[in-house]
């Protein structure tokens, strides 16, 4: 009974580890409602992986078993979703996730729980399951993002103690038991083994994710111009290229998806903050929207739109950061006659390619960052914004006439295709006679017919065609994201006549956030617009947003974190004596030593599991060699060690308790020889030592068990078995 | 009418010997008992380790066939001692000590006592259904089995140094018995559980039957030439400090095992060492093998734990052990 107890309390703490663990990624990942049944749907798992290993019941029905319910669960997940007439959407949604988490999270834990009773050196992947949850939990702390673990950051901030002590509490606190719970009982060259190739399997997961896929987001200091990054863009609208110049953002870990191109899977499990930006002064904007810009897309090159880097046009964007000079719009400022200046401090919390700022900036100037260890860098800007109703730039044409003629053909440039042409005038039938005209009528009519026509959704891509904006907007129905609503508003404005150009940032809505002025930018809020040209007013902002819609509606932002970031930035005297000595230069933010900046790439790794195989080969040959050599006792070692591995080889091997004896019985079908070698073996090390050991002989069955064990088992096993680098580990 | 092979005596001769001896009554058993090879072996091997055995079986399964068999076929040397080869006790509860062991008699004519032999004086001992006896019966026997000697009335008669008990016990009557304490089944090298006969085996004896048996007068042995061989089987087969360091592992893995109460005795071990000597010569070697423990490991052993309540699988906790020294010497061995 004592026995039994035990062992349901390991298993409890098992379990508890697990959910622990389970909790830690699930936060980020699911509802939150659906991590409890998760949780306790992985208990079920924890029991079921106990009860296929004590009723024995063969792996091969537990593993599919396993991996069933896993399937299950997304189909199922999938159906629920896929349910015309079902119930509420908010309660598919959470059926769904609730059936997708719990019975994943299930199938997972009872494998993960299956293979470690099965093979002890496969405890490690528990152990490395659970750390992994702390580790990436709190990997988010160190990349400054204050809210990870927010419940464990904030509890410490407002007692005072350094979050980073707290963590390391934790991490120490989860490690040791998790240590004891899955390893303890592990022989130590196993854990050792098991550990070794699972940093490697860990180290090729980690650069295939970074080298591999198209996209790797460099992370530059803030204030590098970026710009020339958006040369080495290739056409293709959706193509994942196309964000790179604006969000030189993601410092290598996909943190700054944008969702241009990608589908919106992925970019829903982002909402991490970028920035923070405190207005000094009231603003409604008439959009109804802040817009954060970045970046704008002017230059048609034929295929798509792309950042005009020649730098005689879209002088109006700050593109560097002022890093100790302020830096101001060059050209095409907008009067003030519509709108007004607004002072915005700007605080990134990533690193960002190119200055952010709420509208137009006009001018940005250095500002001390308040608090490094949570703020990239900080600065301040002069945003000229949009102060009136549209309606009163309603006399307002688009082009002025002195522009030059070049200019004039770098706004209005599209690609040559009829279909805009006829499509426009479908859209402007509806206009009455007195505005067919008239430049902001127009763009509000072709907004709005986007608006009405369109699907948004973020599960599409365009990444093929030749003219991606052609291929979504000819195309039934209408269904894309931000960035193609955008590209398509400025091809059929241009076709219009009307100066037009996409702007690439962020959003905000002014009703979802704050009321003291701060705005916390998040990455899920990545956006791109149209903006046009009005002759006295400058680049206005419009939005096009489709009524329907396949996504979600954004994550809401975090308040409380919105709060106490804008007490942090505001909070600048004391902060600043804590930490001017390191940082003395006002705006600069600390110089980052990422430990994934080191170089290593993906040929390394090539050449490290080539170097690790040659490795295993080589001890392969040197055992099988070592027959040839041994004298005495030792020689009559090898000689049946290198059988034993040649058997282990095509995967004959001696069951666990089993005699040497036992299994040559076993195999006197294969190989009657390898019974008398065995008996040979036996009796050398077992026998009188006055007799005397024949290797020779030792060596002729050798050979005869090879001869033998080839002819039964085919040439293709034989040859496999040879190929075979790790048979040798495995002989028992 | 009996052939008697006379054994060449003296020193020199090797294990061929008490292989041939060993084979000679094998083959008498054999002859009376059909199926049971491997009780058989058992039976041997405790007989040529100075063991006893305890058969645990149904009625009517042989074992009385198997012990006459085997008395028969060892052949008194020693006609001046009186004692017979084969004498069979059956245990009842209003059995005394003395109705086994032998009682004071006065001799009318010369007006002594002189001391009357009781039937454990024999070679083989078949007592059946021990545990029907009082356990002053019980321990009467199982001194006599431990010491080779009986004393009454403060005189110390030796047994023949060939003094081999079959006991047998039934597993279902629990009525009227008095089960055997650990420390008494401790006295037994082997428990053996015997099964029942497979199909075939069954319809031979069947079939044998009432038949006028062709018993063929298979040569038997000399008491003396099972006595000589157990020597040569304790001197001439090798036990590897491998294969003892084993035996002490295995005993240390059962005690440390959680649902055992009490584990096995070092006089086990002790005891162990010659019955896998003699697997080994019977199986045709000079030297014990894994394989030899993996076979006898059980009926040495699994009598001998005392399970925890609520837990009843011994066989289980000795083969798991078995099992972990087993894979310790084969690792042992590629080093």
């Known amino acids: 009974m004592k026995h039994r107890l035990g062992s349901v309390i390991l298993g409890l703490l098992q379990w508890v580890l697990l959910s622990f663990a389970l909790y830690l990624y699930l936060r980020d990942l699911a509802v939150p409602v659906v991590v409890k049944e998760s949780i306790i749907a992985s208990g079920g798992g924890v029991w079921l992986a106990w009860l296929a290993h004590s009723r024995r019941i063969p792996l091969y029905y537990s593993i599919p078993g396993g991996l069933a319910v896993i399937g299950l669960g997304m189909l199922l997940a999938r159906w629920v979703t896929a349910w015309q007439g079902g119930p509420a959407p908010i309660d598919t949604l959470v059926y769904s996730q609730a059936l997708l988490f719990s019975m994943v999270s299930a199938g997972f834990v009872f494998l993960l729980r299956l293979f470690a009773l099965q093979w002890e050196t496969l405890g490690i992947l528990e152990f490395l399951f659970v750390e992994l949850a702390v580790l990436q939990a709190f990997a988010r702390h160190r990349y400054l993002h204050l809210d990870r673990p927010r419940w464990l950051a904030d509890w410490a901030i407002v007692h005072g103690i350094a979050p980073q002590h707290i963590l390391m509490v934790v991490g120490i606190a989860v490690t040791v038991p998790a240590f004891l719970v899955f390893i303890r009982r592990a022989r130590l060259w196993k854990v050792i083994s098991g550990l070794l190739l699972l940093v490697l399997v860990a180290l090729g997961v980690y650069y295939l994710r970074n080298e591999l896929p198209v996209q790797r987001i460099v992370a530059k200091p803030p204030g590098a111009n970026s710009g020339s990054s958006t040369n080495k863009n290739k056409p293709g609208h959706g193509s994942n290229n196309g964000k790179s110049g604006r969000q030189s953002a993601g410092r290598g870990k996909g943190q700054g998806n944008s969702g241009f191109g990608r589908s919106g899977a992925s970019r829903r499990g982002q909402n991490l903050p970028v920035a923070l930006a405190v207005l000094h002064d009231d603003y409604a904007p008439p959009s109804g929207l802040y817009f954060f810009r970045q970046q704008v897309l002017s230059r048609y090159n034929g295929v798509k739109l792309e950042v005009d880097t020649s730098g005689n046009y879209d002088g109006d964007v700050i593109t560097r950061f002022p890093l100790e000079q302020p830096v101001f719009a060059t050209a095409d400022v907008a009067p003030e006659k519509f709108h007004k200046d607004m002072a915005v401090t700007m605080y990134l919390i990533m690193d960002l390619g ?37 309606e009163q730039l309603l006399d307002l044409h688009s082009i002025p006439p002195q522009w030059p003629d070049a200019k004039k053909r770098h706004y209005l440039a599209v690609p040559d295709d009829p279909r805009y042409k006829s499509l426009l005038h479908k859209i402007l039938q509806g206009l009455p006679p007195e505005l067919k005209d008239n430049d902001l009528a127009k763009t509000v009519e072709v907004i709005t017919w986007l608006e009405d026509k369109g699907i948004y959704s973020t599960r599409i891509a365009y990444k093929d065609s030749k003219d991606p904006v052609a291929a979504f907007l000819f195309k039934r129905p209408i269904k894309g994201y931000c960035v193609h609503f955008a590209n398509a508003a400025v091809y059929l404005l241009r076709t219009a006549g009307i100066a037009a150009r996409v702007a690439l940032g962020y959003v905000a809505d002014p009703a979802r956030h704050a009321r003291d002025g701060t705005v916390l930018i998040m990455n899920s809020r990545a956006h791109a617009w149209p903006e046009v040209y009005f002759d006295g007013a400058g680049w206005v902002p419009f939005n096009v947003t489709p009524k329907r819609t396949e996504d979600p509606p954004p994550p809401p932002v975090d308040r409380k974190l919105e709060r106490m970031m804008g007490k942090m930035a505001r909070k600048k005297h004391n902060a600043l004596k804590r930490h001017q000595p390191r940082h003395k230069r006002p705006g600069h933010a600390r110089k980052h030593k990422s430990w994934h900046n080191f170089n290593f790439n993906f040929k390394d790794l090539l050449f490290m599991l080539l170097g690790l195989l040659g490795l295993l080969y080589l001890v392969k040959f040197v055992r099988l060699a070592m027959a040839w050599f041994g004298r005495g006792r030792r020689g009559h070692v090898y000689v049946y060690r ?91 | 009418m009996v052939t008697t092979q006379q054994g060449q005596q003296g020193a020199g001769r090797g294990l061929d010997f008490a292989r041939d001896v060993a084979g000679r009554i094998r083959d008498r058993i054999k002859q009376d008992l059909i199926g049971r090879d491997d009780v058989i072996e058992l039976v041997l091997v405790a007989l040529f380790s100075d063991g006893h055995i305890l058969l645990e079986d149904f009625p009517g399964s042989g074992k ?127 428990k053996v559980r015997m099964h029942y006969l497979d199909r075939r085996d069954e319809i031979e004896v069947v079939d044998a039957w009432g038949m006028p048996r062709q018993t063929r007068d298979l040569p038997k042995v000399l008491r003396g030439e099972v006595v000589e061989a157990r020597e040569i089987i304790r001197h001439q087969v090798h036990v590897a400090p491998r294969i003892r360091v084993g035996l002490v592992d295995l005993a240390r893995g059962i005690r440390q095992d959680p649902r055992v109460a009490l584990g096995i005795s070092t006089r086990s071990l002790v005891q162990a060492v010659p019955a896998l000597q003699t697997l080994a010569a019977l199986r045709g070697r000079d030297y014990v ?30 083969m798991q052990a078995t099992r972990m020294v087993i894979e310790d010497l084969a690792e042992a061995m590629l080093k």
């Open chain 1, 354 to 390: 190119q200055p952010l700022a709420l509208d137009a900036s006009i001018k940005l100037s250095p500002a001390r960052n308040p608090d490094p260890m949570q703020f990239r860098m900080a600065y301040n800007t002069v945003c000229r914004v949009l102060n009136v109703p549209y």
């Open chain 1, 642 to 732: 290198a059988v034993l591995d040649r058997l282990s080889d095509i995967g004959v091997r001696r069951r666990y308790g089993e005699s040497r004896e036992s299994f040559a019985a076993r195999l006197v079908d294969t190989s009657p020889t390898f019974e008398d070698l065995t008996w040979a073996h036996l009796g050398v090390m077992l026998g009188w030592q006055r007799q005397q050991v024949d290797v020779d002989a030792a060596r002729g069955m050798m050979r005869e068990v090879m001869n033998e064990v080839r002819r039964k088992v085919g040439f293709v096993r034989w040859v496999l078995g040879w190929l075979n680098p790790v048979g040798w580990w495995r002989v028992k």
């Open chain 2, 64 to 190: 009385t066939t198997l012990a006459k068999a085997l008395g028969n076929s060892i052949m008194d040397d020693l006609p001046d001692d009186e004692i017979p080869s084969f004498r069979r006790v059956q245990f009842t509860p209003d059995m005394l000590p003395s109705d086994v062991i032998g009682v004071m008699v006065l001799d009318t004519q010369t007006n002594r006592f002189y001391f009357r032999r009781g039937p454990i004086f024999a070679y083989v001992l078949l007592v059946d259904e021990i545990n029907r006896a009082t356990p002053k019966v019980q321990s009467a026997l199982l001194e006599a089995m431990a010491e080779k000697q009986v004393t009454v009335d403060n005189e110390s008669y030796p047994l023949n140094e060939l003094f081999f008990t079959i006991a047998t016990q039934n597993p279902m009557d629990a009525v009227g018995t008095y089960p055997l304490p650990k420390a008494q089944l401790d006295r037994f090298l082997f």
């Open chain 2, 289 to 318: 093998v894994p394989q030899d423990l993996e076979y006898l490991s059980v009926p040495l052993f699994q009598h001998r734990v005392v399970m925890l309540p609520g837990e009843d699988n011994p066989e289980d906790v000795v």
